[in-house]
């Protein structure tokens, strides 16, 4: 089942993206490295040392070319040949830069934290500011934004709608708790979770609430990104569940409970939601009823989200001894 793996010491907590039969991954390895590997064979492609000091936690955005990515303990974002890894830009804000960052339209936009609550948008190409948008209130920015119709929507100390074009400010949601999760849009709903357990929905015009769900008594539950397939929302819980909700109602369809819980956002392909747990096993759970078709055990913490690209399932582990990133080839693709 699995294709390839190949060692990150100590593992990632960047999900990887694919572009070109190539694999992009950041590591949590503290000399702050990206690497690209043939996303066929893991052969590495070139390894790019961003900065001396510090974990890449953001994953990656690949876009015309370029792979951007921020570094958490030098507060900057930067941009690298795709071919390459060769530095093209640096943009370095005031704060840390956890957040990944999303390409649209020739923008890149990410969030930064700690001294700096802004959401930033910088010209593709250039780096250059765009425009950038305070958010006061903000503390932990590791959410990263979304982009759809020409709205950039941000999970903060609330739920921002900027204008993808101006920064200008469109509606904001307030649920009353920080949003560790970053927010998924589909079919014109905004799916986000906060600090303490809530799953909304909101309308993505308006900010209107449509429904929300109660998963459970922990802080810090929901931190991962909904995933919407088929009319269904699936998102993990840290207190240990896996769910599945009618997208358009908030009802329960079924949950997954696993010992270790879930803190990265589940992937659905193919009828099959894949999952990576804090118990160190990747989950591929019957999408439709919640029942374990396989498990792996990734060798590590699964913090990294799953991503799946042309029939290839893609998860990196965390352990303070030993990190892999793995590729398995699925059935039925």
């Known amino acids: ?20 039969g190539v694999l992009y991954v950041g590591s949590a ?8 590997l043939d996303a066929t064979t893991g052969n590495l492609v070139w390894q790019a040392r961003v900065t001396n000091n510090g974990q890449v936690l953001s994953s990656p955005a690949v876009a015309d070319g370029a792979v951007y990515i921020g570094n958490l303990s030098d507060d900057t974002l930067y941009a690298l040949d795709a071919r390459t890894g060769t530095r093209l830009w640096e943009y370095t804000t005031g704060g840390y830069v956890g957040s990944s960052p999303t390409v649209s339209n020739g923008v890149v936009y990410f969030a930064s934290w700690d001294l700096d609550h802004n959401l930033y948008a910088l010209n593709a190409k250039t780096g250059a500011v765009v425009w950038k948008y305070l958010m006061d209130g903000a503390n932990d920015l590791f959410t990263s934004p979304a982009v759809a119709n020409g709205v950039v929507y941000m999970g903060a100390d609330k739920v921002y709608a900027l ?7 469109l ?8 949003l560790y999760s970053s927010p998924s849009v589909a079919n014109g709903v905004v799916y986000i979770g906060d600090f303490y357990n809530h799953l909304y ?3 993505a015009s308006t900010g209107r609430l449509l429904w929300q769900y109660v998963t459970g008594s922990g802080g810090a539950d929901l931190q991962g990104t909904p ?19 009618n997208a358009a109602t908030g009802a329960l369809l079924w949950t997954y409970t696993s010992p270790g819980g879930f803190q990265s956002s589940p992937a659905v392909a193919n009828g099959v939601v894949y999952a990576g747990s804090m118990d160190h096993n990747l989950y591929a759970l019957n999408a439709g009823t919640g029942i374990v078709l396989w498990q792996h055990d990734a060798g590590g913490y699964v913090v990294a989200s799953p991503v799946v690209v042309n029939g290839v399932l893609y998860v990196s582990s965390y352990s303070a001894d030993s990190g892999y990133l793995y590729a398995f080839h699925l059935p039925n693709h």
């Open 163 to 169: 204008n993808a074009s101006t920064g200008a400010l």
């Open 227 to 245: 995933a919407v397939a088929n009319g269904v929302v699936y998102f993990g819980s840290a207190e240990g569940n896996l769910y599945a909700m």
């Open 171 to 178: 509606w904001e949601y307030g649920t009353g708790n920080s």
């Open 29 to 36: 390895d503290p000399s702050g490295s990206v690497f690209a």
């Open 201 to 203: 929905a909101l309308d």
């Open 1 to 20: 089942m699995v294709g390839w793996s190949y060692p990150l010491y100590p593992g990632s907590y960047s999900s990887p993206a694919v572009a070109k």
